[in-house]
């Protein structure tokens, strides 16, 4: 079933399972908790006929995945509050400058110590649609707008290119508030009656997968890697759908030889994830299109895409969304070919964006112009032992350059934070309009 709306969603699971688990939860004494489909959709529409008598029209969602998390967040959708998911790994004073640039006049399950603007001030601009962050910057004009409909049908386009039912357990292990974790850890499964186990953060991560006898895990490459080095894939597991990047040979080869599937997806935030899933091919960076997916090929080897899942929009930038989005067809930035059977093949980014290796996309300009304030112009950022790295010419002692980073990474997420300082003799190399040369740079090392 195609579905148009969260309330779609929730009653359909009512409907359809009833008292079959939709969330799982282990507290903490280690018991598990469930929560049945009938249950779970009545509560979400008891909060959400609460919330429908508050007098704000944006909700902001914040903290880690939990029932009220999940409850909060189909509630306010359906009584029709602009809904905004705010990254709880972000510096407390960058979050409190997102609640008042964004006119949030309510941050649910919990307030938090957070100052919201005066309910009842905002006007209520697209009620019931979800604003998430790409994963490329937190800024505000990089924030999209998706509609409940596209974030439905993202979780359609999955079921149709890999089932989960009624037998599956999908353990919610990335962050909600991520367009990847939402749609394919929490949408995708409780729209096709898989149960969802809801993870318990970074200190669980060994534990959850086979706490939970997880039977899907949707993974980005350092997870997966992890997981497989401290032999945390659970004997249940019979599907791993990545993410993000693709993992190394030695992981790919080892996941098969366990007997399980590996897919890779692609996705961006603008069409609410789900564009191509690699399904049928021994290659799986060879993506499959999903069913409302339609690709080209630019001249210059851009992949653009038009799909039923598109956003609204960017908020508040009408110029920047007419950049990418035009006549319904987005250009992703992303290059990439189409092969004899039409599977596409991802080669890199247009842009100077930097994919770390959790999935977190970083936008190079922006970030190495904070570094250039204290530092100059000689610094670079590049991937280095998989963890995000600083080059800087020699003209800086060592001493300078790490105070320079630590200033950086007070204000990051910890996923976007450096990890390693690299110095190399002289200048750092350029073309000769000045542009740096990134290849250059990474062979310096």
Request: proline content about 4%; glycine content about 8%; charged content about 20%.
């Amino acid at each position: 079933m195609i579905y148009t709306n969260f309330k779609e969603i929730i009653e359909g699971g009512k409907r359809s399972f009833g008292d079959h688990p939709a969330l799982s939860m282990i507290d903490s004494s280690g018991s598990v908790k469930t929560f049945s489909y009938a249950a779970f959709c009545d509560r979400v529409l008891a909060r959400a006929e609460e919330l429908k008598q508050e007098n704000c029209s944006c909700v902001g969602i914040y903290g880690s995945a939990s029932l009220e998390w999940i409850t909060d967040f189909f509630a306010a959708a359906i009584a029709d509050k602009r809904t905004v998911l705010l990254d709880p790994t972000l510096p407390r004073d960058k979050t409190q400058e997102l609640i008042t640039l964004f006119g949030i006049e309510k941050v649910l399950p919990s307030a938090a110590g957070f100052v919201t603007v005066t309910s009842g001030t905002q006007e209520p601009e697209y009620p019931g649609c979800i604003v998430i962050f790409s994963s490329g910057t937190t800024a505000a004009n990089k924030a999209v707008v998706l509609s409940q409909r596209a974030l439905a049908r993202s979780a359609w386009n999955g079921q149709q290119m890999l089932a989960c039912g009624v037998n599956d357990v999908v353990a919610a292990m990335l962050p909600l508030n991520h367009v990847f974790g939402l749609v394919c850890t929490l949408l995708w499964p409780l729209s096709y009656g898989a149960t969802v186990g809801i993870g318990r953060g970074m200190r669980f991560y060994t534990e959850d997968p086979a706490a939970y006898k997880t039977t899907i895990l949707v993974m980005v490459p350092t997870l997966l890697n992890y997981l497989f080095a401290t032999e945390s894939i659970n004997r249940e597991c019979h599907t791993v759908l990545l993410g993000a990047a693709p993992c190394s040979d030695r992981v790919f080869k080892a996941i098969k030889q366990m007997g399980i599937r590996l897919s890779y997806g692609y996705g961006l935030s603008e069409t609410a994830s789900g564009l191509a899933i690699s399904v049928g091919a021994d290659d799986p960076a060879a993506l499959d299109l999903c069913p409302d997916t339609k690709i080209t090929i630019a001249e210059d080897g851009e992949v653009l895409v038009e799909t039923e899942c598109m956003m609204e929009g960017y908020w508040h930038m009408p110029e920047e969304t007419a950049s990418v989005l035009k006549d319904g067809v987005l250009k992703t930035g992303d290059l990439g070919r189409l092969d004899e059977q039409g599977r596409l093949h991802l080669l890199g980014r247009k842009n100077d964006v930097l994919v770390l290796s959790n999935g977190e996309k970083l936008y190079l300009p922006e970030a190495e112009a904070t570094l250039s304030e204290q530092l100059g112009d000689e610094v670079a950022l590049v991937i280095m032992y998989d963890t995000l790295t600083l080059v800087a010419g020699n003209d800086r002692s060592e001493q300078e350059v790490k105070k320079a980073v630590d200033a950086f990474n007070e204000k990051q997420p910890i996923g976007k934070r450096i990890m390693n300082i690299r110095i190399i003799p002289g200048k750092l190399p350029r073309t000769a309009t000045g542009k740096l040369k990134r290849w250059k740079v990474e062979e310096c090392l």
